[in-house]
């Protein structure tokens, strides 16, 4: 096994290795007492209108080109993040589990490779309720896989995917999602409890309500003294055209005018804080830091 390891210091922040693993990006992140891990789910395959549909495509071509981004498919990782510390194992979304895309819902062997197992996981916490966020709570025998794990979730997120009405209101693009959510959300309901905007769920972490990709989909700020990484989830959905043209309305938003707004929202809070992120389908590792460039922002992954 080759392992690649570049370790780095932030600026008081925090100390990050980027360990390359055979097939799986590791990227890790030490916080005070804690450390936070990011766990490969493996990667979604979706159509590039996906993310491009009504998009200025002579703005967006000369973008997707210097970023080496295929317009015609996309292959966005999917990262879970893994919190450990304080007597707690944070599991922050549940991933695809085996029903979505045979290219996602890999992240029980990348837990196996981390020693840890669902029993383990004290605590699951939800950005939202999309398939490659949710579907993974369930075994295959359709039982919560997570069997020690309170189970979180926004009460906005919560509502919006039990509301019967969700199933004929969403649109044919995501009716199936619906479905998907509402039989997950039934069989969780017991060992779920439900959060709002700036509630701290557990002792260093924070939600901040970021919707619009989702009616109430959070991200999450975990902190340690001065150590801080923000877990965006899908708030920031890729790390070419949402960072390049992060006012840019996108399919990929539930509703892209609000789901714009909290993303340049968003991105200028943390720029001014410098705080490190986990998005869930960013590259490398998914960890990092946004900086501005002349005309938009950029991901690097050396917090
Ligand atoms: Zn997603």
């Known amino acids: ?15 990050s290795v980027l360990l390359g693993f055979p097939g ?4 890790q992140m030490t916080l005070g007492q804690m450390t936070l891990d990011v766990v490969s789910d493996g990667h979604l395959v979706l159509p590039g209108s996906f993310a ?28 879970l993040s893994l919190l450990r510390g304080n007597g707690r194992v944070v599991l922050f979304d549940a991933g695809s589990g085996t029903e979505f895309m045979p290219t996602a819902g890999k992240s029980l062997a990348a837990l196996e490779a981390l020693g840890v197992s669902p029993d383990d996981i004290t605590d699951l916490i939800f950005t939202h309720g999309h398939p490659d966020h949710l579907w993974g709570v369930l075994d295959d025998f359709g039982d919560p896989l997570f069997t020690n794990a309170t189970h979180y979730m926004g009460q906005a997120e919560w509502d919006y ?7 004929s209101t969403i649109g044919n693009a995501r009716q199936a999602f619906a479905v998907g959510a509402e039989r997950r ?18 002792p ?7 919707p619009g990709h989702t009616p109430g989909h959070m991200s999450f700020e975990v902190r340690d003294g001065n150590s801080a990484v923000m877990i965006v989830g899908d708030s920031i959905g890729n790390d070419h055209i949402a960072l390049a043209r992060p006012d840019w309305l996108s399919p990929a938003d539930q509703d ?5 707004q909290t993303r340049v929202g968003l991105i200028n809070d943390l720029v001014a804080a410098q705080m490190p992120i986990v998005g869930f389908h960013l590259g490398q590792g998914g960890l990092g830091r946004i900086e501005k460039t002349d005309d938009g922002f950029s991901f690097r992954t050396e917090v």
């Not at 000369?62 to 970023?67: A, F, Q, T, V």
């Not at 995917?161 to 199933?167: G, H, K, L």
């Open 1 to 15: 096994m080759q392992i690649d390891r570049r370790a780095f210091l932030a600026q008081g922040f925090a100390t």
């Open 24 to 27: 799986l990006l590791h990227a």
């Open 52 to 79: 491009f549909n009504d998009m200025p495509k002579d703005e967006l071509m000369p973008i997707l080109e210097r970023m080496n981004q295929p317009f015609d498919q996309l292959t966005p990782p999917c990262n």
């Open 161 to 167: 995917w039990t509301d019967p009405n969700t199933v």
């Open 185 to 202: 959300l039934q069989v969780i309901a017991e060992q779920t409890t439900f959060f709002s905007d700036a509630e701290e769920i557990l």
């Open 204 to 210: 260093g972490v924070g939600a901040r309500i970021t």
């Open 256 to 260: 892209p005018i609000l789901g714009a």
